[in-house]
């Protein structure tokens, strides 16, 4: 389902239990696994529907509802609540200084859009006024350090790799080495995916962290990975030390609920949110307008 459809769906249930003549335990439930359906079909993981609903009983008073007193208000409000509270880890990330050195690494299964997301998140910083640069680290996909530097030329932003290192560990090392002496601010490390997660992978993320200590790890998460996104998030989680979350694709068919399901196993805030293949497309995340939009 995607994001316009679950808000619809969302604002539909409370509606209709909002026309309901007495709003007793059983109407309130009919309008509780309503929701839950329309969260479970958005690949929001089942334990979280589940501890939601459980949440908004507790919290919603049923004699307020009985006495007709803004029904519609008092639920929306609960759900709006919970929602908020699911994508909100309650600590934010690590952010960069700028005109201080920091080191981004980021994370995430091939095709999940990491390179693109590099570039964006370098390009957004530039335009800040910011010296970010890119460092090339997958040597497992062919084209991977092709495409960085394409993009990175076009933003005209300074890049290292190389095309005959098959040591993505040295790699990451030497260009953050490089970086650091040229005084960038933010020196970003694209590092490789797999297609599946697998201990050969986890192994070269946790080496290539070692090596270049980075003050930040992103875990970057295809939107359209449904219930998959919890497992895929925490494996990364368990091997490296993500701080926060960027979900790509969020246009077109993207459905919202991975993302809450990713920062429930990293406990890590989504600080922004892909939204196209092209360099500015490119969003801060902010939890509040979100869940707004999102409840319609
Ligand atoms: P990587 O293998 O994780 O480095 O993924 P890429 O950066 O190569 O991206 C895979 C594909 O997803 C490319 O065709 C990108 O243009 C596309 N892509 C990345 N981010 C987004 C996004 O936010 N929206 C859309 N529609 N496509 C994206």
């Not at 529907?49 to 009985?66: E, G, P, W, Y």
């Not at 890119?134 to 350090?145: K, M, N, Q, S």
């Not at 998030?233 to 490296?240: D, G």
């Amino acid at each position: 389902m995607v994001l316009a459809q679950l808000g619809g769906s969302i604002s539909r249930a409370i509606q209709q239990m909002s026309n309901a003549t007495i709003i007793d335990e059983k109407v309130l439930n009919e309008c509780l696994n309503e929701i839950t359906r329309a969260l479970l079909q958005s690949d929001v993981q089942f334990k979280l529907v589940r501890d939601m609903q459980t949440n908004i009983k507790k919290i919603v008073n049923l004699d307020d509802l009985a006495a007709g007193h803004n029904k519609r208000r008092i639920i929306h409000q609960a759900i709006f609540n919970e929602l908020c509270k699911m994508l909100d880890p309650g600590k934010p990330s690590f952010t960069p200084k700028k005109g201080k050195t920091s080191v981004v690494m980021f994370v995430g299964l091939q095709g999940s859009g990491k390179t693109t997301t590099c570039t964006k998140y370098a390009y957004y910083h530039q335009k800040k006024g910011w010296k970010p640069a890119l460092v090339c680290a997958d040597t497992f996909r062919a084209g991977a350090f092709d495409q960085l530097k394409q993009n990175a030329t076009k933003a005209k932003i300074p890049f290292y790799g190389s095309y005959m290192e098959s040591d993505p560990v040295k790699i990451a090392a030497e260009g953050v080495e490089r970086f650091k002496k040229e005084n960038c601010d933010l020196i970003i490390v694209d590092t490789s995916g797999r297609h599946k997660q697998e201990a050969a992978l986890f192994e070269e993320m946790r080496q290539v962290s070692e090596a270049t200590k980075p003050d930040l790890v992103i875990f970057v998460m295809d939107s359209s990975i449904g219930q998959a996104a919890f497992d895929q998030a925490q494996a990364f989680k368990q091997s490296v030390a993500v701080g926060a979350v960027i979900v790509t694709k969020m246009d077109g068919h993207a459905k919202g609920g991975g993302a809450l399901s990713a920062v429930a196993a990293t406990k890590s805030p989504v600080i922004f949110i892909g939204t196209g293949e092209h360099m500015d497309e490119f969003e801060v995340f902010d939890v509040k307008p979100f869940v707004s939009r999102l409840l319609g």
